[in-house]
RNA sequence: GGCGGUAUCGUCUAGGGGACUAGGACGGAGCCCUCUCAAGGCUCAAACACGGGUUCGAAUCCCGUUACCGCUACCA
C-alpha cells in the first residue's frame, strides 16, 4: 500500500467518557502515521449528542492524549459548532437531488420494523415518500409537516480500498436510505462526520473497524456533494480477556486509570502500539521516535486484540528499570506526598539520597504504585511486620532475638559501608556457625517489616546508622513482649 | 435474520509458496544466579479453526463450512 503524503488526519472522539484505551490506540496510530509521512494531526470533539456530552470529558480526552504525548495541530474542532454547514451540505444535497424529504413519522417506522420483524423479514425503508408527487410534497411542506431528509441510495455497488482490509465493497441494494438530517434540522452522524471531513480537507480517516458499515454511506455522500474521497483505513478493535469489546465490566479502560495506578505513558504507549500493529520481527520495546520510524500500515493487523494487563505491567517494569531517577521522582512525588510518608521539602532536602533509593526500588517494581509501597520503610518512623514475614523469618522469638542483638552490636562497630558491613555480618554467621542467609532475613524484616526489599547492604545505607540500630532494637523488644509493643 | 469483517501457542505477534522440526514476547512450569524480591541467563509445555481445491510443494493463494466480532435508529 503506497503512503499518503502529508496526509491530513483526525481523532474525532465523543466527549462522553473518558478517553478509552481503544480511542487512545486509534489516536496514536493516526499520529504515527502523520509523524512518520509528515502531515497533520487534527482533533474533533464530535458533541453534537448534546444529552451525552460534558466538557468534563472533553477536558479528560484533552488531558489523557497529553500525558501520552499526542500532540495536535490545529485548534480542536467542535462538531456542534458546525451545524449551519452540515444543514447547508444536506441541503445542497436536497437541491441536487441526492436526497428526498420523507414525512414518516418515527412512530410509524417503528411499527413497520416491527412487523418487518414479526414476519422474520429484515426491514429496510420502502422508499414511499420518494414516491409522492411533487405537489403533494409541496403542499406538506407549505402547512409546515415535519420532515427528515433521506439519501436516495443508487443502484450498484460501493466499493473502496481500505488500508487496512484491501478492497471492501457493499452492495448498494443492502444500504437504506438512511436519514441525514432529523425532523428538528440536526445532522444525523454520516453527515456530520462526512461534512466536517470535508470542511477539514481530511485525506485519511483512519478509525475503529466498528466504522466500516458507515463507510459506504459516507462515501455516497461525498460524490452526492462532489467532494473528493479520503482514504480509508480501518482498524481493529480491541477486547477484553473474554474476546469481546473491551468495556467497564473488564475493569480499567479509561487511560487515566492506567495513569493513576502508576503506569507510565510511554509504556502504554508501547504497549498499545503493539495491539494491533507489529513492526516485524522481533522488536517490541521502542521509543516513540523508534515507532515512527518503524510505522507502516503494511504491520496493521486485520484481527481484534485482546487486551492484556499482564503484558501491560511486564511492560511497564520495563519502562521503570529503563527511566532515570531523575525522570522518576516528579511521577514518584507527589504520590508519595498523597500517601503521607513525606513532604515535597523532605525530598528536596535529601534529593541525592531519595535518587538513589529510586534507583534501587525501580528495578524490582511494576507500578509506580509499587514504588510507592517499597519505599514506606525509607520514610516513616513506624514500620508495621508483615505477619508472613514475621511468621516466615521470625520464627523462634528468642534465637531471632538473639541474632538481631548480636548483629546490632557488630553493626554498631562497622563502618558505615556496604562492603565493611557484609564482612563483618558474614563473620559473625561464620563464628555462629550459620550462614549469611539466616542473618540476613531477619534483619530485614526487622529494617523493612518486608520479606522483599532491595539488597540487604543498600537497605541498611539507606536507613543510615541511626535509624537502623533503632530499628534493630525495637524488633528486639517487639520479640520480647510477643509483639505487644509496636516498633 | 440481513449485510460486512476476522481466523497462527491461553494472550500480543513473526511469517507474504520451499529457508517451518512454525520464530519471538507476555503469562505458566523448572533450573541457574542469589541475603529476599525483581532483573538477567537457560530449559520445557503450548498454535497454523475445519474441509475441499490450485501447485512438484501450502501457515502462506482460491472456494466452502464453522466460530467469533461489528453494523443493522430521526445514537455516535
Known amino acids: 500500500m503506497p503512503e499518503i503524503r502529508a496526509p491530513r488526519v483526525r481523532f474525532a472522539p465523543s466527549p462522553t467518557g473518558y478517553l478509552h484505551v481503544g480511542g487512545a490506540r486509534t489516536a496514536l496510530f493516526n499520529w ?27 477536558r479528560a480526552i484533552f488531558q489523557g492524549l497529553e500525558w501520552l504525548g499526542l ?25 441536487n437531488g441526492s436526497v428526498y424529504r420523507c414525512f414518516c413519522t418515527p412512530a410509524e417506522l417503528d411499527e413497520r420494523r416491527k412487523a418487518a420483524e414479526a414476519r422474520k423479514e429484515s426491514f429496510k425503508y420502502d422508499r414511499r415518500c420518494d ?18 431528509l433521506r439519501f436516495r441510495v443508487p443502484d450498484g455497488t460501493t466499493d473502496w480500498d481500505d488500508l487496512v482490509h484491501e478492497r471492501i465493497a457493499f452492495p448498494n441494494k443492502d444500504i437504506e436510505d438512511f436519514v441525514i438530517l ?4 440536526t445532522p444525523i452522524y454520516n453527515m456530520a462526520v462526512v461534512s466536517d471531513d470535508i470542511a ?16 459506504p454511506k459516507q462515501i455516497l455522500l461525498y460524490r452526492a456533494l462532489g467532494a473528493e474521497l479520503p482514504v480509508f483505513a480501518h482498524l481493529p478493535m480491541i477486547h477484553g480477556l473474554d474476546g469481546k ?20 505513558p510511554g509504556a502504554i504507549r508501547n504497549f498499545l502500539a503493539l495491539l494491533g500493529w507489529s513492526p516485524g520481527g522481533d522488536r517490541e520495546v521502542m521509543t516513540m521516535d523508534e515507532m515512527v520510524e518503524l510505522f507502516s500500515v503494511d504491520g496493521l493487523q486485520k484481527k481484534a486484540a485482546v487486551f492484556d494487563t499482564k503484558k501491560l505491567e511486564w511492560m511497564n517494569g520495563q519502562y521503570l528499570s529503563r527511566t532515570p531517577a531523575a525522570e522518576l521522582a516528579p511521577l514518584v512525588t507527589p504520590m508519595l506526598i498523597t500517601a503521607g510518608l513525606a513532604t515535597a521539602a523532605d525530598v528536596a532536602r535529601k534529593e541525592e539520597w531519595y535518587l538513589a533509593l529510586l534507583d534501587l526500588l525501580k528495578v524490582r517494581a511494576r507500578t509506580t504504585d509499587e514504588i510507592v509501597h517499597q519505599a514506606k520503610p525509607y520514610f516513616t518512623d513506624e514500620i508495621d511486620y508483615d505477619p508472613e514475614a514475621v511468621a516466615k523469618q521470625w520464627k523462634d522469638a528468642a534465637a531471632t532475638r538473639d541474632i ?14 556496604p562492603a565493611a558491613m557484609e564482612e563483618a555480618l558474614r563473620t559473625l554467621a561464620e563464628e555462629r556457625g550459620t550462614t549469611g542467609g539466616k542473618i540476613f532475613q531477619p ?45
Do not use: C
Open 32 to 58: 504515527l502515521y502523520v509523524k512518520k509521512n509528515g502531515g497533520q494531526f487534527l482533533l474533533r470533539i464530535e458533541d453534537t449528542d448534546k444529552a451525552r456530552s460534558t466538557d468534563e470529558s472533553t
Open 71 to 95: 500532540g495536535w495541530d490545529e485548534e480542536p474542532v467542535y462538531q456542534g459548532a458546525n451545524l449551519e454547514r452540515h444543514r447547508a451540505d444536506a441541503d445542497r444535497m436536497l437541491a
Open 131 to 148: 414516491r409522492l408527487p411533487a405537489d403533494e410534497v409541496a403542499s406538506r411542506v407549505a402547512a409546515g409537516i415535519p420532515h427528515v
Open 182 to 185: 432529523r425532523s428538528d434540522r
Open 200 to 215: 477539514m480537507r481530511i485525506t485519511l480517516v483512519m478509525r475503529g473497524d466498528d466504522h466500516i458499515s458507515n463507510t
Open 245 to 264: 469489546k473491551l468495556s467497564k465490566r473488564h475493569g480499567a479502560t479509561a487511560v487515566g486509570d492506567y495513569q493513576h495506578v502508576g503506569i507510565l
Open 404 to 417: 538481631l542483638a548480636a548483629t546490632r552490636e557488630r553493626l554498631a562497630h562497622t563502618t558505615w559501608e
Open 443 to 487: 534483619l530485614r524484616v526487622a529494617l523493612t517489616g518486608l520479606t522483599v526489599s532491595p539488597g540487604i547492604f543498600d537497605v541498611l545505607l539507606m536507613l543510615g546508622p541511626d535509624r537502623a540500630l533503632r530499628r534493630i532494637e525495637s524488633a528486639e523488644r517487639w520479640l520480647e513482649t510477643g509483639g505487644a509493643v509496636k516498633s
